[in-house]
Every structure is written in structure tokens, then in C-alpha cells.
T-cell receptor
């Protein structure tokens, strides 16, 4: 298993540009989520999905869109990049609650995004 | 407002010292509390705690949860330089189907030789 993969690892955008951060998992996890990590603020939930076709907003959803057309993929789209979106972005996945598993959340390696 | 607060925010110790990291929380519908270690890249899972008073151990690391006082501690004994990392506490709360995680700010631990 590759686990959770994210691309790209690094990205520099100009203000106003749009882009998509890719996330994929091969563990057949139903639950996937996107976080951003900023110094002194820990990880904050942007959007999450409890299964294909179902998404919901997290703590800081503004400026981001997600879709979940398959179980494996959960892309995060920045609509019009702003300097405030400079951050490290982590995608994560886990089993659906109630399956008897450990519910451990597996994280991707992260994408470091700079918006100038 | 749901929140998770970790303390201290940073800590510098010498090898062999014992450290205690704190995590307090205020959330609706608490489900579980998780500890992660983050070195250079993605966080890696350490423990998940759901019941009060039951200590989880893994080598030199241990953790316990107090659901009455709404906090958890992570202990590291005989610290080594490889323990240097950011330690993140997260609380899962909400409905049984979604179980959203709220993270604390993290504690940055530096272990000097």
C-alpha cells in the first residue's frame, strides 16, 4: 500500500491563480479530510468527506472547494489564491467509525504552498 | 466554542529527562483523544484514548485521559534526541458518523544531547 499520497510537494502561486492539490489513498478508507497547518495554530480542518459523493465544511472552508467522486481521491481546489492561504496542507484518511478498527488517521506527506 | 489547548507550547530538555505534555479540551460530544508526533513531515499516530484512567504505553511514552477534568497528559521518560518533535493532541467529537478532529496548537519539544 502507498497509503495517502499528495501532489505536488511544493507549489508557488501568484495571488488570484487557482490550482488543485491532489490527494489519493489506496486503503479503501471512507473518511478523508484536508487540513492546513500554520505556525502556532496546529492543524485546522478545511473540508472533509465521509464517503464518495459526500463532502462537508470544516473549521476554515472559505476559499477552498472539494469534491469526492471516488473513494480513492479527494482533491482540494483553491479558487483564487491569496497570501493568507500560504500554509502546509495535509490530506488524511481513516476507516469509517463503527468498523471496529483503530480509527487511526493516516496523513499524507503534505504540500507546502506559498502565495505571493 | 470547541477548543483544544496544549501546554507548554515549547520545551527544551536534556537527554535523560522526563517530560510531561498537557492537553485540555472543551468540546461537545467527546468521542476520543489522540496524540500524534510530527517530525519533519506528516504527523504519525501515537495513542488514542477513550476511557478515563486507563494508561496507554508504548516504550518510553505513556498517556492517560481524565474525562472529568477534561485533559490528557503525554509522558516521555528518559528522553532521547530522537524524541525532538512537535507533539499534537487532537480531540474527536460530534456525531458517531463524522467524528471531526480538532487539533491543539502543538508542543515543540527539543531534546539536547
Amino acid at each position: 500500500n502507498a497509503g495517502v499520497t499528495q501532489t505536488p510537494k511544493f507549489q508557488v502561486l501568484k495571488t488570484g491563480q487557482s490550482m488543485t492539490l491532489q490527494c489519493a489513498q489506496d486503503m479503501n478508507h471512507e473518511y478523508m479530510s484536508w487540513y492546513r497547518q500554520d505556525p502556532g495554530m496546529g492543524l485546522r480542518l478545511i473540508h472533509y468527506s465521509v464517503g464518495a459523493g459526500i463532502t462537508d465544511q470544516g473549521e476554515v472552508p472559505n476559499g477552498y472547494n472539494v469534491s469526492r467522486s471516488t473513494t480513492e481521491d479527494f482533491p482540494l481546489r483553491l479558487l483564487s489564491a491569496a497570501p493568507s492561504q500560504t500554509s502546509v496542507y495535509f490530506c488524511a484518511s481513516r476507516e469509517r467509525l463503527g468498523t471496529g478498527g483503530s480509527y487511526e488517521q493516516y496523513f499524507g506527506p503534505g504540500t507546502r504552498l506559498t502565495v505571493t | 466554542e470547541d477548543k483544544v489547548v496544549q501546554s507548554p507550547l515549547s520545551l527544551v530538555v536534556h537527554e535523560g529527562d522526563t517530560v510531561t505534555l498537557n492537553c485540555s479540551y472543551e468540546v461537545t460530544n467527546f468521542r476520543s483523544l489522540l496524540w500524534y508526533k510530527q517530525e519533519k513531515k506528516a504527523p504519525t499516530f501515537l495513542f488514542m484514548l477513550t476511557s478515563s484512567g486507563i494508561e496507554k504505553k508504548s516504550g518510553r511514552l505513556s498517556s492517560i485521559l481524565d474525562k472529568k477534568e477534561l485533559f490528557s497528559i503525554l509522558n516521555i521518560t528518559a528522553t532521547q534526541t530522537g524524541d525532538s518533535a512537535i507533539y499534537l493532541c487532537a480531540v474527536r467529537h460530534g456525531s458517531s458518523n463524522t467524528g471531526k478532529l480538532i487539533f491543539g496548537q502543538g508542543t515543540t519539544l527539543q531534546v539536547k544531547p
